[in-house]
């Protein structure tokens, strides 16, 4: 249940982080589209503090609601609604980062990005409405001064105020009632399932009992739910309590690929089950996220877009390997500032993302979800999906594997790789996806392959045994 993305089988989203509503329907019809995605995860739709006193305008206003009113720092409902169908339109689905555990941090007061008032440390929210009684109370954190700071227990992560953010109180109806009629809007407009923002900081059943209260969605099923919980083995809270509700994000894969790239032979032992690691039919996968990128939750010594290399064979690893359902990250670049916001212009407005000749990114916009060796391996995880891994060989900092009889896929980190393999596919002339056929690949009547990866920079070989268009 809450499993089905709704994007006709297809396996991959990407995280198209802080990006306006109007570029992000261009991106749908100019690329997203073509390449397979599924979907596009969007940053937080609903109102949010406009963030001046410790820093002008970072990112992580986004996740101090004001409201469920749909204008943000990415534009206005009128625009959502139109990416929302447009992107529908050419099969890529929206799917939206809910910030439902908590309002604004307190000390925070004056005017949101919608208009609407508020007062934190009134617990005032007139735009929803909430007030002072729809949070929760001193008497239901066991915290010396109201902040969540004890990982060992439960009603102190759940029942605190995270950060300083304003927990609300989901035990009541109407705090259930007021987010899921935002989920319903959203439901109605055409998104087909939600990121459910710190998700560890929310009970399970309460999560429940929103998802009881959302309609199916207009063409049938349930919405999509990915649950954020980041459980690195350090706490009281647990991946497995959230998987009957949904995916929920694997954070101990994270450290797992990075330290796979860093030390090749560590690839065997990825999905780590001696760590507890999420069942592959609930593991929401990804080689980093906007947090962890930048040092923030779940954050340090991962793999970003700033090792491009070391990055690329990591994600397409990934998208290769037989675990769980995967998400891109694309980012903007931000230098050593884990607070700055999105590309901008002087009055705080993000900039538009232009496309070079080359198919990358301008102003500031890294968008390595169009890298080829990330883009092209979106089309291997849907023509896969269902198979299972055979033929692994991994020695001498080379990797390759089958899956099933559907896709090759192989990968040198350093040397030259020369060698004859047993692909399994069927005889035939296949075009490698990295090198957008580039390179080909002939197998012979036993499945052998010649696979020649040169030591550049998209180090990886990988075919499919469908038509390349
Ligand atoms: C998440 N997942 O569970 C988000 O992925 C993460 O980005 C959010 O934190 C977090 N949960 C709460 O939604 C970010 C950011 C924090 C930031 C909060 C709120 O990582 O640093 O906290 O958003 O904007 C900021 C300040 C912090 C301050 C707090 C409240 O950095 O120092 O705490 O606001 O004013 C006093
Ligand atoms: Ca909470």
């Not at 604004?104 to 440390?121: H, Q």
């Not at 040092?295 to 340090?300: D, E, L, Q, S, T």
């Not at 670049?333 to 212009?345: I, K, Q, R, T, Y």
């Not at 299972?388 to 559907?406: P, Y």
Request: aromatic content about 12%.
């Amino acid at each position: 249940l809450y499993t089905d993305p709704h994007c006709n089988g297809k396996q991959v989203i990407v995280h198209l982080f802080e990006w306006k509503w109007t570029d992000i329907a261009l991106e749908c019809e100019r690329f997203l589209a073509k390449k397979g995605y599924c979907g596009v995860q969007v940053s937080p739709v609903n109102e949010h503090v406009m963030v001046t006193k410790d820093y002008p305008r970072p990112w992580w206003e986004r996740y101090q609601p004001v409201s469920y009113k749909l204008t943000s720092r990415s534009g206005n409902e009128a625009e959502f609604i139109d990416m929302v169908q447009r992107c529908k339109k050419v099969g890529v689905r929206v799917f939206v980062d809910a910030v439902v555990n908590h309002m604004a941090g307190l000390g925070r007061t004056g005017t949101g990005t919608a208009g609407s008032t508020f007062n934190s440390d009134n617990y005032d929210f007139p735009g929803v409405p909430f007030s002072r009684q729809h949070f929760n109370t001193r008497a239901r954190c066991p915290s010396h001064d109201g902040n969540v700071n004890n990982y060992g227990d439960p009603n102190n992560v759940r029942n605190c105020n995270l950060v300083g953010l304003t927990d609300l109180d989901h035990s009541q109806e109407y705090v259930q009632d007021m987010i899921a009629a935002f989920f319903n809007h959203l439901i109605d407009i055409g998104v087909a399932g939600f990121r459910i923002d710190a998700a560890k900081h929310m009970w399970p059943k309460e999560i429940t009992a929103i998802q009881n209260k959302l309609k199916d969605l207009p063409e049938g099923g349930r919405p999509f739910f990915y649950h954020e919980v980041i459980d690195q083995n350090d706490g009281a809270i647990t991946t497995t309590e959230y998987t009957a509700l949904g995916y929920v994000t694997e954070f101990r894969y994270c450290q797992k690929i990075a330290w796979g790239i860093r030390n090749f032979g560590d690839l065997n032992n990825v999905v780590d089950y001696g760590w507890h690691m999420t069942p592959s039919a609930n593991a929401f996968v990804f080689v980093d996220n906007h947090d962890n990128q930048r040092g923030h939750g779940g954050g340090g010594n991962l793999l970003t877009h700033k090792t491009p290399r070391d990055y690329k064979m990591a994600v397409a690893f990934t998208l290769a390997y037989d675990y769980g359902f995967t998400r891109v990250m694309s980012s903007y670049e931000f230098g050593d500032d884990s607070s700055l916001g999105p590309p901008h212009s002087a009055d705080f407005t993000t900039k538009d993302v232009p496309i070079n000749s080359d198919g990358s990114c301008g102003n500031g916009w890294v968008c390595e979800h169009r890298w080829r060796a990330i883009a092209n391996m979106a089309a291997f995880r849907n023509a896969v999906a269902g198979t299972d891994k055979r033929k692994w060989h991994n020695e001498n900092e080379q990797v390759s594997f089958a899956r099933g009889n559907k896709g090759f896929f192989a990968m040198a980190k350093s040397g030259h790789m020369d060698a004859t393999l047993d692909t399994g596919l069927p005889a035939g002339e296949y075009c490698d996806l990295i090198s957008d056929c580039a390179q080909k690949i002939t197998v012979d009547g036993s499945g052998r392959a010649h696979i020649v990866i040169n030591n550049n920079d998209d180090p990886i070989v990988a075919f499919i045994a469908v038509p390349y268009n």
